[in-house]
């Protein structure tokens, strides 16, 4: 149980983001802890994708503060975020099927050795990653095209490792995968949770969901609707909170 005097890693006060006339987040308060998995569901148009977005320096807030680690942060750049110890797997996975899984996992943050690619470094490192996700992807050059799609998104997370982030934002990631490949992603989101850090799993399916997070917080209409501790949240209650059947105060 985390100590209620530990300041949290990251925690967003009344954020709202608007786009013109429209209010995609409106005065949300969040908070993620280390070694914790918070889940973030709500229906389409939810506003989930644009705090997903904000914390990753795609959007800056209209307004509100996001902290890290105490400290508010200005995130204006996913360059920003990264150094700051931010990193997120989007929906559409920015992996290239003409590649292996390590050249895929250090795509743009190439170890070199002089003017040379370390090619041995990175085999190393990447099983290293795999490893730490208890991947089942058995050779590190494997071309991606010959990976099923879990094996992808596992690709995709330990990806992020590279950066050694405090805090991984995935975005859908079981979307579309068959039972087993769902079992196998939500392994690796527990062993992020398991290196420490900070997770936030967005996620339209509930079972998923209570599978594996600690807590679920709910957005409706840009705005949160209930938070939840996973292990006793019953699907009624949640599913009440994101149509809007209930308003759970905090």
Not at 87 to 116: H, K, M, P, W, Y
Not at 206 to 219: G, M, Q, W, Y
Not at 222 to 230: E, I, Q, V
Request: charged fraction near 25%; charge should be negative.
């Amino acid at each position: 149980m985390r100590d209620p005097d530990e300041t949290p890693l990251l925690a967003l006060e009344s954020v709202t983001k608007r786009f013109g006339a429209i209010e995609a987040v409106v005065d949300l308060d969040l908070v993620v802890n280390r070694h914790e998995v918070v889940a973030l569901v709500g229906d389409n148009a939810a506003g989930k994708s644009t705090v997903a977005r904000m914390i990753a320096g795609v959007y800056s807030p209209t307004s509100g503060v996001i902290r890290l680690d105490g400290r508010a942060v200005d995130i204006p750049s996913t360059g920003v975020a990264h150094q700051l110890g931010i990193a997120t797997v989007f929906q559409e996975l920015a992996l290239c099927e003409n590649l292996d899984v390590t050249s895929n996992i250090f795509l743009g943050r190439e170890i070199r050795s002089g003017r040379l690619l370390d090619e041995e470094a990175m085999e190393q490192q990447a099983r290293e990653f795999l490893d730490r996700l208890n991947s089942r992807i058995p050779d590190v050059r494997t071309p991606l095209f010959q990976l099923s799609a879990g094996q992808r998104q596992c690709v995709a997370i330990a990806r992020t490792l590279v950066a050694d982030p405090r805090l991984v934002i995935l975005d859908e990631p079981t979307a579309s995968l068959s039972v087993t490949q769902t079992a196998e992603v939500l392994t690796h989101i527990l062993s992020l949770r398991d290196l420490g850090l900070g997770v936030i799993f967005i996620s339209h399916n509930l079972t998923d969901v209570r599978a594996i997070a600690d807590r679920i917080e709910v957005l409706r209409h840009g705005r949160s609707n209930g938070s939840f501790d996973a292990r006793e949240a019953s699907y009624e209650d949640v599913i009440a909170a994101m149509t809007g059947a209930t308003r759970i105060r905090r």
